[in-house]
């Protein structure tokens, strides 16, 4: 079936520093990619929609220039958190458009 | 504004008996549902979904309910195994868009 791999899977940073994580789908073209966030105890709250050679559409109130979402070919999607901060530590998870198939997920922990 | 409800945190089962998890969504438009299983610090992996146009899906142990009056869905899972304890996620979307998330149940099945 499907398969989408996230990298990291756990990342710990220094505030101010950038983290880049990727999203591939290894046996199928994602033209469209969801990323969503995870804070203890609650819902998986969708951050913003990537497309493939098209900007990335943002939910309200997400910044887009602190998470900067590439979308560069059919089979690599990328969230990078720009000059993280504690409060983006969070888990990270993408999707690919179908709803069947997430990655594995991205723990970060800002310090 | 929370679109879909997981009101029960948690629910602890005996093995072999039925776990029941629910669900209640607000929108109307939904017409898509999906469960998935979600283990710590890991992606979501995909159980069952059921669409608008049938009231019932069924998978080996896992059987989807829909009351579409009700805006309502459940996840019957039986016989229920020490295996089955996690997180379970509903999800719901409307016209292929993104998928809303519940605050997820946690399951513990008791040997």
């Known amino acids: 079936g499907a398969v989408v791999s996230q990298h990291p899977s756990w990342v710990i940073c220094k505030s101010g520093t950038s983290v880049k994580i990727e999203c591939r789908s290894l046996?199928?073209?994602?033209?469209?990619m969801f990323w969503y966030r995870q804070f203890p105890k609650q819902s998986l709250m969708l951050m913003a929609t990537?497309?493939?050679?098209?900007?990335?559409?943002?939910e309200q109130g997400v910044e887009k220039d602190k998470f900067l979402i590439n979308h560069a070919s059919l089979t690599l999607s990328t969230l990078t958190v720009t000059s993280a901060h504690p409060e983006d530590s969070s888990f990270y998870i993408c999707?690919?458009?179908?709803?069947?198939?997430f990655g594995s997920g991205t723990r970060l922990t800002v310090v | 504004d929370q679109q879909v409800k997981q009101n029960s945190p948690s629910l602890s089962v005996q093995e072999g008996r039925i776990s029941i998890l629910n669900c209640d969504y607000t929108?109307?438009?939904?017409?898509?549902f999906l469960w998935y299983k979600k283990y710590p610090a890991e992606g979501p992996t995909f159980l069952i979904s059921?669409?608008?146009?049938?009231d019932k899906n069924e998978d080996g142990r896992f059987t989807v309910f829909l009351n579409k009056s009700a805006k309502h869905l459940s996840l019957h899972i039986v016989p229920s195994q020490p295996g089955d304890s996690a997180v379970y996620f509903c999800?719901?979307?409307?016209?292929?868009?993104?998928?809303?998330f519940g605050t997820g149940t946690s399951l513990t099945v008791i040997p």
């Open positions: 999707s690919a458009k179908n709803g069947y198939t």
């Open positions: 046996d199928f073209q994602a033209t469209t």
């Open positions: 990537s497309n493939e050679g098209s900007k990335a559409t943002y």
């Open positions: 929108n109307s438009m939904f017409d898509y």
């Open positions: 059921i669409s608008s146009i049938k």
């Open positions: 999800a719901a979307s409307a016209l292929g868009n993104q998928f809303y």
